[in-house]
């Protein structure tokens, strides 16, 4: 799972920071959590990976782990937000992911690509618009968070 | 990066040297200072860290470590450095991207891309058929990046 880990002393060992995918805003969770609402912007976040291992038509892919797309899997989706993306096999769809999208060999990936960084493997087919790299955050208006008391 | 050997880029445009219109050449060009218009060659062209290009580019390779505007098409490959910077349409066989490289637009990468291409406008360029198509010696396509956790 792509959850930052926290080296803090502030935070202990079983608590870990991740970033919103809507807001980008960090959020301390526990370790062990499998989703949580954002603090700033109250939008559900699932922190589980997703794997996908054969074909499977989604509307959406959104989650705060990575996304693996294997060697037979074929995903057509209207968008994966994510914070770290795996492509072995094939995938449809536009990607938005806060860590790096890795387009393995002989895979294959139709859709917009936002990323910061991007890997591609020798044979694989890509097309679509991208922007790679530290681009800048989109300014949202997102409330402060509560205080803790 | 290795240094290349010099005879690889017979064609040097030097730091302080601003060229526009039209160029093509056989071997492989270093652009170092700015380039304005169009460049086609079945060779190698490497944008170097100090340059800027402006240009619709048709090569076999093309090596970018400098800023770059304007359409990629590489029979061979694309390989975005770190310190790249590029906007415009890519296509190429295979592209590399180096952890650091900013780039935004539209990407064609695959087998037959380039096969398939619409023909580039000549404008009435010298673009001359090459008699020694053999391409310059790159390793096999090694899979970029880190693997993700």
Redesign the interface.
């Known amino acids: ?2 959850r930052i880990p926290s080296y803090g002393s502030s935070t202990p060992d079983d608590r870990i920071t991740i970033v919103c995918l809507y807001c980008g805003k960090p959020n301390e969770v526990g370790r062990r959590a499998m989703s949580v609402t954002c603090k700033y912007c109250y939008k559900s976040l699932t922190l589980k990976d997703v794997q996908f291992k054969a074909y499977e038509a989604r509307r959406a892919v959104e989650t705060c782990g ?1 996304v693996t797309v294997e060697k037979k899997a074929n995903v057509v989706t209207d968008r994966v937000m994510a914070s ?1 993306l ?1 492509v072995r096999g094939k995938l449809k769809g536009d990607v938005t992911s806060s ?2 999208v ?1 387009i ?2 002989e895979a294959e990936l139709k859709g917009n ?1 936002t990323a910061p ?19 800048e955050p989109p300014a949202r208006d997102v409330p402060p968070p509560p205080s803790a008391s | 990066m290795a240094e290349a050997n010099p005879t690889d880029f017979p064609t040097v445009l030097g730091p302080d040297a601003t060229f526009k219109g039209e160029m093509s050449f056989e071997k492989g060009m270093r652009l170092m200072g700015r380039f304005e218009g169009k460049i086609n060659t079945a060779g190698r062209l490497h944008i170097s860290r100090e340059a800027k290009l402006a240009a619709d580019v048709d090569a076999g390779a093309i090596i970018v470590e400098g800023e770059v505007k304007g359409n990629l098409s590489a029979s061979d490959r694309i390989e975005l450095k770190s310190t790249a910077r590029y906007e415009g349409d890519l296509r190429a066989s295979k592209l590399v991207v180096d952890e650091g490289a900013v780039f935004q637009g539209q990407v064609s990468v695959g087998p037959d891309v380039v096969k398939n291409r619409p023909p580039m406008q000549q404008g009435g360029g010298v673009v001359r058929p090459m008699a020694n198509t053999g391409q310059p010696g790159f390793p096999p396509a090694v899979q970029q990046g880190q693997p993700l956790k």
């Open positions: 799972m792509s990575i770290g795996i860590g790096p890795l393995g060999p690509v960084t991007l890997a591609v493997g020798a044979g694989a087919i890509l097309d679509g618009k991208y922007k790679i790299g530290n681009l």
